[in-house]
Structure formats: C-alpha cells, structure tokens
C-alpha cells in the first residue's frame, strides 16, 4: 500500500525550508510524475522511472525589516538664566549743611559749620550783669563800671537744601567767570575749589 503523497506546495515548502542555501540564492526544484500520474515536488532528483522537471525557484524570505521611527529630535536644552547682575550699593554722605549769617554790620556771608566769624566786644556793650550800661566815662550811680573785652560770634542760620545748591552752582559759575582773567597762580586756588564744588554738587545735589 503507498503512502498518500503530500501536496505538491507542502513539498516545495519544505524543500525550500531545507539546507544551508543563503536566502537570496535560487533552489532547484525537481518535479517527478510517476507512472500512475502522482505528482511529487523534490530537492532531489526523481527516482528512475519517473519525469522529471527541473525548476530553479527562489527561497522565500522574509520581508526586510521595517526600519526604525527616527528618534523625535531632542528639544535643545534651554538656555541657562543669566546670572542676575551683581548689586551695586553706592553709599552718599549726608548733604552738608550751609548756614547764613550776618555781621554787626548788617553784611551776610556764608558759614559751612554754623559757627559765625568771632569779634572782639567790650563787655559793657553786652549788659554783663554788676556792670555799667554805657560806655567808658559813663558811671552808672550805684556800681563799678565793667571793664574788658569778650569774644561772640555772629549769629548764623542754617539754609535750605534747595538753597545751598543754588549758591554752589551761582559760585561754581562764577569762578568759570573768573579763570580767563586769572594770573597761573590763582588759577590753581580756582581749580581746587571748583573740584571740590563738583564733587559736593554731586553728592549733595545729584547733579552739576
């Protein structure tokens, strides 16, 4: 009793399955009728006794592989916050004080300290208690007359911030005035108050 035969594509399917033959090489495929008309597909050749046909057949291969999804490109690192600039503290000195004052004899001048030009003064002028009130000659009835002198100073007030920059910037014009006029040698004195005005009117003032 023969063996039932496989189907012809099982067959090729396993004589393509078979050997070491690199996938993209061609595989002989031999067909063989046998005398009762059964077919049979082979790597082989047929038996004697049989037809035989040759046929070359490629080994099916497996599709090539599907290439990769390109990796989304990386979002570019943000850039670093600058760094915050360093803080500068400029310290000012207080505005400096400007006073006012007035002579005995009515002339007013300018005082950085408050303190008023001193002047020598008999004591009489000043009413000093257990003295006289008028002046030498002059006795009054009942008691010594008070002799000497004493120093005081004229009386100053302080002006106004406003003010004081007022009159630097008018005396800062004013030695501009005279420096075209000015011999060398008072053009250094000039030059060394004009500094010094700048740097008060600058500090004091907050600007030229």
């Known amino acids: ?12 399917l396993a004589a393509l399955a078979a050997g070491d033959v690199r996938a993209a090489d061609p595989v002989t495929i031999y067909r063989c009728v046998g005398r009762d008309g059964t077919v049979t597909l082979s790597d082989a ?5 049989q037809r035989q046909e040759v046929r070359e057949m490629l080994r099916p291969q497996d599709p090539p592989p599907v290439p990769a999804s390109p990796a989304a490109p990386a979002s570019p690192a943000r850039p ?12 000012r000195t207080p505005p400096r004080p400007m006073y006012l004052c007035t002579s005995d004899d009515g002339r007013t ?5 408050g303190d008023g030009n ?13 003295g006289g009130w008028g002046p030498p000659g002059h006795h009054r009835p009942g008691g010594p007359v008070v002799v000497g002198n004493t120093w005081v100073r004229d009386a100053c007030h302080q002006l106004p911030q406003a003010e004081v ?14 420096y075209h006029s000015a011999l060398q040698s008072e053009r250094h004195a000039l030059d060394k108050e004009q500094r010094g005005l700048d740097a008060r009117l600058d ?4 600007a030229g």
């Open 109 to 113: 001048y300018t005082s950085d300290n």
């Open 118 to 130: 001193p002047r020598l003064v008999p004591l009489w002028s000043l009413g000093y208690p257990g």
């Open 165 to 178: 920059c007022d009159r630097l910037r008018d005396r800062r014009y004013e030695i501009q005035r005279q």
């Open 80 to 91: 670093a916050a600058p760094p915050a600039p360093a803080q500068v503290v400029i310290y």
């Open 1 to 12: 009793m023969s063996r039932p035969s496989l189907p012809p594509l099982l067959l090729v």
């Open 203 to 206: 500090n004091d003032c907050g």
């Open 45 to 49: 050749k047929c038996p004697p006794g």
